[in-house]
C-alpha cells in the first residue's frame, strides 16, 4: 500500500486549480440510469470513487467511454465522461462494490423507478459512523416499493410503478434525499421532500434533472417538489467544483503560513469554511471564480465550530479543521453533530503533538507551539488529508500510510501540494 512522506514547516505560496467534485459526480452518473440516452458528465474528478461507479453502472449494462483528457501534469481540466444506459442488463448492486463506496447504493431509486426492481448490497457500518439506509428504505416504501432486507441485501420492487408521495425525513440526509429524488423524476404523480438536505450538490443534481426534462420546484430549500414525468432524455452537463477540495487547500494555505489562489472554485461555496479561517486569522481576496486566502498574522486564534447540514459548516471539512486548531492560540470546542464517530483522526493527530481531549460528540483542542512529524495512518478520507494539513505544518518528516483512503476523493493530491512549494512525495509500497 502506497504512503505519503511530508517534510513540513514550508509556507505553501501558489496557484491550485480545484476539481470537479466528487460528492456531486457520483449521483450526477447514477441520474444516467433513469434514461436510455447518453448523459455526457464533464469536470469529473479523476479519483478512485468514480472508477468504482463506472463499473457498478457498468455492471447493470450501461456503456461508458471516458474520452477526456487524461489527468496530468499542468491540467485539472477534468474529464469527460458519456453514460449510456439503453437496456438495464442486471439489477444487483454486488457487495463488492457497495461496501467500498456508500454512494453505490443511490442506484436503488433510479433502478426501481426505471424498470421496477433492485438488489443493492447494504452499505454496512463505515468508519465515520452507522450509516444506516432508513430514509431511503422507507421513501421508496411510501412510494409503492415493497423492500425486504435479505441476506445482507435490500431487495427491492415497485410491481405497480412507484407513486408521487409526501415524504418528511427525520434527519436531514444527502444520500436519501438524493436517491428520492431521482426515483420521484419518474414516479407516478406529485412528489413532496419534507426536510430535504439543501447541500449544493443537491442543487447540482436538481440542474442536471431538469436539463433531462424532470419537472422539480425547491431547489436551495428544504422542499422539493417533484412532478413524475413518462422519461428523462439524454443531455451534457458540467460537475460543480469541490467544496471540499476547496476547504482542505485553503487550511493548507492557512496553517503553512502561506498564500494560495484557488481557481475554478467560489469563495460562496466554502462561505462556512471561510468564515471561520477569517476568524482563526486569514485573509481572504474574492474574485469571481477564484479566491486568494493567506495568514498574515504569526499566530492564529482558536475558533469554536460545530457541524451542521448546509449551509452549517460541514462534517467533511472538520477533520482538517482540527488540524489547524492544533497550532492556534488558546482553545477550540469543535462538535460534531452529523456522524457518531468521526473523530479518528484524534489519536494521530496526537502522535504529532496535538492536544485534544474528546468528550462525547465534542473534542477540545487545545493549541500547542508547534508539531512534529511522526508516521501516522487515517481510516477514512477526511480523516487522511487531515493528517496531510498537519503534516505540512509539523517540523520534520511526516509519513502517512494507508492513502488510498486520499485516492478516493483527492485528485493529485500531492502534484498540486508540491506546485505551492510542498515537499511531499509518494511512496509507492510496489517500488
Ligand atoms: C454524504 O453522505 C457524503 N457522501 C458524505 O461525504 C458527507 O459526509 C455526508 O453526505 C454529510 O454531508 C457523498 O455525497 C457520496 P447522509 P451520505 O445521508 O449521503 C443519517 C466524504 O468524506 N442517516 O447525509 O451517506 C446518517 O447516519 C463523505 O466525502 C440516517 O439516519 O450522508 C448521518 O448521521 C463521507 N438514515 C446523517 O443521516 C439514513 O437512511 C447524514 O448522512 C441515511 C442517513
Not at 447494504?122 to 452507522?130: E, M, S, Y
Not at 422542499?223 to 467544496?243: A, K, Q, S
Not at 494507508?402 to 515537499?423: F, S, T
Amino acid at each position: 500500500m502506497d504512503s505519503i512522506a511530508i517534510r513540513g514547516g514550508k509556507p505553501l505560496h501558489g496557484k491550485i486549480e480545484i476539481s470537479g467534485a466528487k460528492n456531486a459526480a457520483l449521483p450526477l452518473m447514477v441520474a444516467s440510469l433513469l434514461t436510455e440516452e447518453t448523459l455526457t458528465l464533464t469536470n469529473l474528478p479523476h479519483v478512485a470513487d468514480i472508477s468504482t461507479l463506472t463499473n457498478l453502472l457498468c455492471h447493470h449494462g450501461s456503456l461508458a467511454v471516458m474520452n477526456g483528457q487524461q489527468s496530468g501534469a499542468g491540467s485539472s481540466s477534468g474529464r469527460t465522461l458519456s453514460l449510456t444506459a439503453r437496456d438495464i442488463t442486471n439489477t444487483e448492486a454486488p457487495y463488492d462494490i457497495v461496501r467500498k463506496m456508500r454512494a453505490g447504493a443511490l442506484v436503488m431509486g433510479p433502478l426501481l423507478a426505471r424498470v421496477g426492481k433492485a438488489r443493492v448490497s447494504l452499505p454496512g457500518g463505515c468508519a465515520i459512523g452507522t450509516r444506516p439506509m432508513n430514509l431511503h428504505i422507507t421513501g421508496l416504501e411510501q412510494m409503492g416499493a415493497e423492500i425486504d432486507i435479505v441476506g445482507g441485501y435490500m431487495e427491492a420492487t415497485a410491481p405497480n410503478g412507484l407513486f408521487g408521495a409526501e415524504i418528511r425525513f427525520d434527519t436531514v440526509s444527502v444520500g436519501a434525499t438524493e436517491n428520492l429524488l431521482m426515483a420521484a423524476c419518474l414516479a407516478e404523480g406529485e412528489t413532496v421532500l419534507e426536510n430535504a438536505a439543501r447541500e449544493p450538490e443537491i442543487s447540482d443534481l436538481i440542474k442536471l434533472l431538469r436539463q433531462m426534462g424532470a419537472d422539480i420546484d425547491g431547489e436551495g430549500t428544504d422542499r422539493l417538489l417533484i412532478r413524475g414525468v413518462d422519461r428523462l432524455y439524454g443531455t451534457e452537463y458540467r460537475v460543480m467544483p469541490d467544496r471540499i477540495e476547496t476547504g482542505t487547500y485553503a487550511i493548507a494555505a492557512v496553517i503553512t503560513g502561506g498564500e494560495i489562489e484557488l481557481l475554478n472554485t467560489s469563495a460562496d461555496l466554502v462561505r462556512s469554511v471561510l468564515d471561520v479561517l477569517i476568524e482563526a486569522g486569514a485573509d481572504v481576496t474574492e474574485s469571481k471564480n477564484s479566491f486568494i486566502i493567506s495568514r498574515k498574522s504569526k499566530r492564529l486564534n482558536g475558533v469554536d465550530i460545530m457541524t451542521l447540514p448546509y449551509p452549517g459548516y460541514p462534517t467533511d471539512m472538520q477533520a482538517q479543521m482540527m488540524a489547524l486548531m492544533t497550532i492556534a492560540d488558546g482553545a477550540a470546542m469543535i462538535t460534531e453533530t452529523i456522524f457518531e464517530n468521526r473523530f479518528m483522526h484524534v489519536p494521530e493527530l496526537s502522535r504529532l503533538g496535538a492536544n485534544i481531549t474528546v468528550h462525547g460528540h465534542s473534542a477540545l483542542v487545545r493549541g500547542v507551539d508547534h508539531l512534529v512529524g511522526a508516521p501516522v495512518m487515517a481510516t477514512d478520507l477526511r480523516a487522511s488529508v487531515s493528517l496531510v494539513l498537519a503534516g505540512l505544518a509539523a517540523e520534520g518528516e511526516t509519513v502517512i500510510n494507508r492513502v488510498y483512503h486520499l485516492d478516493r476523493g483527492y485528485e493529485r493530491l500531492e502534484e498540486k501540494l508540491a506546485a505551492c512549494g510542498a515537499d511531499i512525495e509518494r511512496i509507492s509500497s510496489g517500488g
